[in-house]
C-alpha cells in the first residue's frame, strides 16, 4: 500500500495544536470518501476472486485489532489498512458472484450512491416537518414501487383524486414489517371483541404455514399473543409447500367454536425453504369470514411480480390488508430497506402513534401529513426512501425487470442441469430463482444415507471457497438451496458451480462405492 501519509496535514480533521476538532473538515470529507470509494470499487472488481467463505475462527478480530480504544488520532490511512489487513479477509462476501447460499443481498451503483448521500445528510425524518423532503420522497418512492408492482389504489399514499386512505412506510426488515401490523391486527381484534383493555389478548389467535419465515413467530411473541394461540399450519407436496386455504378454514373455525378470535394470518409469497407460494385471494377468502388481518410477506419474490409474468402470484392482494417486501434482497437497493404497505393506514398509526410536546407542530396537526414515526416501533428513522427512489429513477422498471428475468433464466439453467443429471432430483417446483435439489438415494442408500451425503456435499462445496451454498429441511428431507441473484452473478458463476458440484458429487460417490 506504501508508507502512511504522517504529515501535519493529513491529521487536518484535528487541526493545530491550539485549533479545534473538525470532524467534517470540507477537505478531509473529500479526501476520506474519495479512499473509501476507490476501496470500493476494487473491491467490486476483485471480490470474485475472494474466499466466499472466510478461514477464521470465533474471536479472530480480537487477535488482528488492539483491544483497547485509541487515545489519540491517527491518520484515516491506518484504519484503511486495518480494514483491508484485518476485516476483509474475515469477510463472507455476500456480494461475491459465488454466493448461491441465502436470498440474495442485491446491490447497485445508484444505491451505493444513494445511501451515502443520505448518511451525510444523516436527517431524522420522524416527523414530516423535521424533514419534508424525507418523507415526501419515502411517500413518492412508495408509490412508485407500489405502480410497478400494480398493487391496488388502495395501498397508494397518493391517488388520482389525492391523498388515499392506504399508504407506505420503509421500515429495517420484514420483522419489523409483521410487528407492527400484528399489533394493528392485535388492536382491532381486542376493540371488536369488547374486550377491556388487553384482557381479551389470551383469546386471540394468529396463523401461518409452517414454511413461513421463523421471524413470524418470533413477532407474534413480542406482539404479546399467547404462543398456544399460534397456529403454524403443516404443509406437504400436494400443495407444494403453500398454505392449503381449506385446512386453514378448518382451524380457524375450531378456534372459534372454542372461544377464540381469528386476529391475523400471514401469507407467504416465496417462502425462505422452498419457495412456495401460498395462495393469497382464497386465503383473504377465508380471513374475511373471520374477519381476521391478512399480511403478504413478499419480502423475496415480491421484487420478481414488478414482471407481468410473475404478478399473478399477488391475484387477490386488493382483498388483503398488508403487504411486505425488500427492495434490499432483490431489486439493487443495498440493506436495510423493506416496504410496507397497508390498506387504511389509520388502522396502523391508531396503535402506534405518539405524540410528545416537543414534536408537536402544525403540519402534524393539520392532518393533511403522515407522520411516519407513527408506523414503524421507534421514533427516529434513517433518510431509507433516497436510495430506493434512485435506484427506480437511474435504471428505470425496463432494466430491473431484465435484472428479475436474468437470474430466474439462470436458474432455470440450473434446475435444467440437475434434472438431466439422474444421481439428483429437484425436490419442489422453482417458482423463481431458488432451486432446491439434492442428491437422491440410489444403489442401496437409505434416506438417512442420502442426507449425510447431502450434507457432505454441502460442506466440501462451502470448503472450497468457490461457493457457498445452504440447506434446509424440506418434507424431512436434507436438501440443498442454490439461489441465484447476487449483482455480479453471470450465467458462467452458474455454471462453474453446476461443474464443481458434479465434480464433488463424482468424489462422494466413489468413495460410498468402495467402501
Sequence with gaps: MGSLDTTPAAY????????????LNPEDVRSYLHKAVDFISDYYKSVESLPVL????????????????????????VAMKELRAAIVPGMTHWASPNFFAFFPSTNSAAAIAGDLIASAMNTVGFTWQANPAATEMEVLALDWLAQLLRLPASFMNRTAAGR????????GTTSEAMLVTLVAARDAALRRSGSEGVS???????????????????????????????????????????L??????????????????????????????????????????????????????????????????????????????????SPHKWLMTCLDCTCLWVRDTHR????????????KNDASESGIVTDLKDMQVGVGRRFRGLKLWMVMRTYGAAKLQEHIRSDVAMAKMFEDNVRSDDRFEVVVP??????????????????????????ELMERLNRTGKAYLAHTVVGGKFVLRLAVGSSLQEERHVRSAWELIKKTTAEIKGEVDTE
Design 12 to 23: 487536518s480533521a484535528f487541526g493545530d495544536e491550539a485549533g479545534s476538532f473538525q470532524p
Design 54 to 77: 472466510p478461514d477464521v475462527k470465533p474471536g479472530y478480530l480480537q487477535c488482528e485489532l488492539q483491544a483497547a480504544p485509541p487515545a489519540s488520532s491517527a491518520p484515516f490511512d
Design 164 to 171: 388515499g386512505t392506504g399508504g407506505g412506510v420503509i421500515l
Design 200 to 242: 381479551g389478548l389470551p383469546r386471540l389467535a394468529v396463523y401461518a404455514a409452517d414454511q413461513t419465515h421463523s421471524t413470524f413467530f418470533k413477532a407474534c411473541r413480542l406482539a404479546g399473543f399467547d404462543p398456544a394461540n399460534i397456529r403454524s399450519i403443516p404443509t406437504g407436496p400436494e400443495t407444494d409447500y403453500a
Design 244 to 325: 392449503d386455504p381449506s385446512k386453514l378454514l378448518e382451524i380457524m373455525q375450531a378456534d372459534v367454536d372454542a372461544g377464540l378470535v381469528p386476529t391475523y394470518i400471514c401469507a407467504t409469497v416465496g417462502t425462505t425453504s422452498s419457495n412456495a407460494v401460498d395462495p393469497v385471494g382464497a386465503i383473504a377468502d377465508v380471513a374475511a369470514v373471520f374477519n381476521a388481518w391478512v399480511h403478504v410477506d413478499a419480502a423475496y419474490a415480491g421484487s420478481a411480480c414488478i414482471c407481468p409474468e410473475f404478478r399473478h402470484h399477488l391475484a387477490g392482494v386488493e382483498r388483503v390488508d398488508s403487504i411486505s417486501m
Design 348 to 359: 396502523l398509526t391508531d396503535s402506534l402513534e405518539t405524540n410528545p410536546e416537543y414534536l
Design 430 to 455: 422453482r417458482n423463481f430463482a431458488l432451486v432446491c435439489f439434492r442428491i437422491k438415494p440410489s444403489r442401496g442408500m437409505t434416506e438417512e444415507d442420502a442426507d449425510e451425503a447431502n450434507r
